[in-house]
């Protein structure tokens, strides 16, 4: 089963709104959790490391203020899309590993976000 | 990161087996070598990891070379249900993963 679960599955909402994303590790705790966005056909595109307790680390090209990320504790992480407009619209994802050498990466089912 | 190319696309017919090669030529003694299956509007999902010679699970087998600058993903007896997007990752635990472009394959009846 999943054990990684994201929430909500996909959400439409007004340009000028702010969209929260949940990730939840099930079974395992998650000091480090990561979003990624995609694109149609494209792959997916790392957005930020989430780090339990502390700010999160953004990549390049990657708005802070405009995707706060929180991840107030070791099985949930959120996103939120502040003041979206229609570019924004994608497909979001997130992923946890557990702790261990080397364990695989599991993601969630992702979120498509739709902004009108 | 070590840096993976792998074939854009592939076709194939349903009972085939299918084989999937990914170079990472840059690979550090650390890493481990990791596939993905990825499905529209889906989260990628694990597939199988290894670190060197060959592993075997109940879904694909992976095949790494002596030299480890190379991995191939061999799914055995394809079904359309495979169609689908297959990512080759390299890295240790502690790396953030960046996914490239991956294998989009694609099952024909």
């Known amino acids: 089963g999943a054990v990684v679960s994201q929430h909500p599955s996909r959400v439409i909402c007004k340009s000028g709104t702010s969209v929260k994303i949940e990730c939840r590790s099930l079974?395992?705790?998650?000091?480090?959790m990561f979003w990624y966005r995609q694109f149609p056909k494209k792959s997916l595109m790392l957005m930020a490391t989430s780090n339990e307790g502390s700010k999160a680390t953004y990549e390049q090209g990657v708005e802070k203020d405009k995707f706060l990320i929180n991840h107030a504790s070791l099985t949930l992480s959120t996103l939120t899309v502040t003041s979206a407009h229609p570019e924004d619209s994608s497909f979001y994802i997130c992923s946890a590993r557990r702790q261990g050498n080397n364990s695989p990466l599991h993601f969630g089912n992702g979120t498509r976000l739709t902004v009108t | 990161l070590a840096k993976t190319t792998q074939p854009i696309s592939m076709d194939s017919y349903e009972g085939q087996e299918v084989n999937i090669t990914c170079s990472h030529n840059?690979?550090?003694?650390?890493?481990?070598i990791t596939w993905y299956q990825q499905f529209p509007s889906q989260g990628p999902r694990f597939i199988i990891q290894g670190y060197k010679t060959k592993v075997t699970n109940e879904v694909a087998s992976l095949f790494i070379p002596a030299d480890r600058k190379s991995s191939t993903l061999s799914l055995p007896r394809v079904s359309l249900s495979d169609t689908a997007v297959y990512y080759c990752l390299v890295g240790t635990g502690d790396d953030k993963i960046i996914f490239g472009k991956g294998t989009r394959l694609h099952i024909l009846p």
């Open positions: 840059n690979i550090a003694t650390n890493d481990y």
């Open positions: 079974d395992f705790q998650a000091t480090t």
